[in-house]
């Protein structure tokens, strides 16, 4: 991963550079990029799965257009801030397995980096959520220190919450929703 030359830029918006740091990164197993509209229907497939979303309050993504809108928020992200959620792809097929990463978002009043993953099913257990979510936390750390990397998951969800704690993230119970733990970095952001 190289974690160079990122400027930030203005407090709310991010110069160009941060765009290239982030946009195209290689990690020891895994290429993550800024997702594309080609993307959509790898989107579909991986936010429509029962298997995928076993732990999501709204359940799966129910259609091409709602994939279509996940996406295109995804995008808004990236264009406004520089930064987003990575389409995860295996570099020895060019595979899309993935999507994950930071992406800004405002909760409980205060600018906040949701730390997200969500893989497909045949890519589980291989460490890959560890992967990407360990380089979202350090680029964040590195870059973007001035905001707070938050994992926000449901009690039950055993495998994210392990993913949460391999990249050093702890659980801060007094953030905790009726809904979600909450684990950061930064106790009592």
């Not at 982030?22 to 029962?50: A, C, M, Q, W, Y």
């Not at 930064?83 to 792809?89: A, F, N, P, S």
Request: hydrophobic fraction near 35%; charged fraction near 25%.
């Amino acid at each position: 991963m190289y974690l160079d030359k990122a400027i930030l830029f203005g407090g709310d918006k991010m110069d160009d550079s941060i765009q290239d740091t982030f946009e195209s990164v290689r990690t020891e197993n895994l290429f993550l990029r800024i997702p594309k509209e080609e993307d959509l229907h790898s989107v579909f497939s991986i936010e429509g799965n029962p298997a995928t979303n076993k732990y999501r309050p709204a359940g799966p993504t129910k259609d091409i257009n709602e994939a279509k809108e996940t996406l295109k928020e995804w995008r808004n992200n990236w264009e406004i801030y520089g930064y987003g959620y990575w389409t995860v792809i295996l570099p020895s097929s060019s595979e899309i397995i993935g999507f994950g990463g930071i992406r800004r978002e405002s909760w409980k009043n205060r600018n906040i980096l949701n730390l997200y993953y969500r893989f497909s099913p045949r890519a589980w257990g291989r460490g890959y959520a560890t992967e990407v979510a360990g380089t979202a936390v350090k680029m964040a750390d590195v870059y973007l220190p001035n905001l707070p990397v938050v994992a926000r998951i449901r009690s039950i969800n055993k495998p994210s919450i392990r993913v949460a704690e391999r990249v050093g993230l702890q659980h801060c119970s007094e953030l905790d929703s009726t809904e979600h733990m909450v684990f950061t970095l930064k106790k009592g952001f």
